[in-house]
């Protein structure tokens, strides 16, 4: 009986090894690593798990947009994000961007948003620090 049981544990040892990690949902930077030294242009990727990119004006749940936002943290829930130089909009549905910053420490906060660009707030935000060299 004993044997059986330690069968047991190992099957299930196992099958816990090969199930892949639940994501948590949120955003995240793919691209560039936080504390990273980059050169411009500066490749930025973005990627969401637990909603679908889509295009700005697309008001279904469960779907938004990302926001690059420079030297900035993230938009309370429900806020408009502004548009300026430091807001920057994907309202194309975009997850990738080339972005320009001048030498120095930069903080970078990636904030999805719905399709009229309001907040889902900080649990749907991500910054990293990125310094930027010649």
């Known amino acids: 009986m004993k044997q ?13 090894l090969a199930t892949p990690a639940i ?3 949120g955003v995240s930077f793919v691209a560039p690593e936080d504390g990273a030294e980059v050169s411009n242009p500066i490749q930025v990727e973005m990627g969401v798990s637990g909603m679908q990119v889509e295009p700005a004006g697309t008001m279904e749940e ?3 947009h990302h926001h690059l936002i420079v030297d900035g943290g993230s938009i309370t829930e ?24 001048p030498p120095g420490e930069h ?28």
């Open 4 to 16: 059986v049981a330690n069968r047991w544990l190992v099957v299930l040892f196992l099958v816990m």
């Open 23 to 25: 994501a948590k949902e």
């Open 62 to 64: 469960g779907t938004g």
């Open 78 to 101: 429900g806020e408009v994000i502004p548009t300026d130089d430091t807001h920057i909009h994907f309202g194309g549905g975009q997850t990738g961007y080339e972005l320009t910053l």
């Open 107 to 134: 903080t970078l906060t990636l904030q999805f948003a719905d399709g009229a660009h309001r907040s889902y707030g900080a649990d749907w935000s991500s910054t990293i620090t990125v310094n930027v060299v010649e």
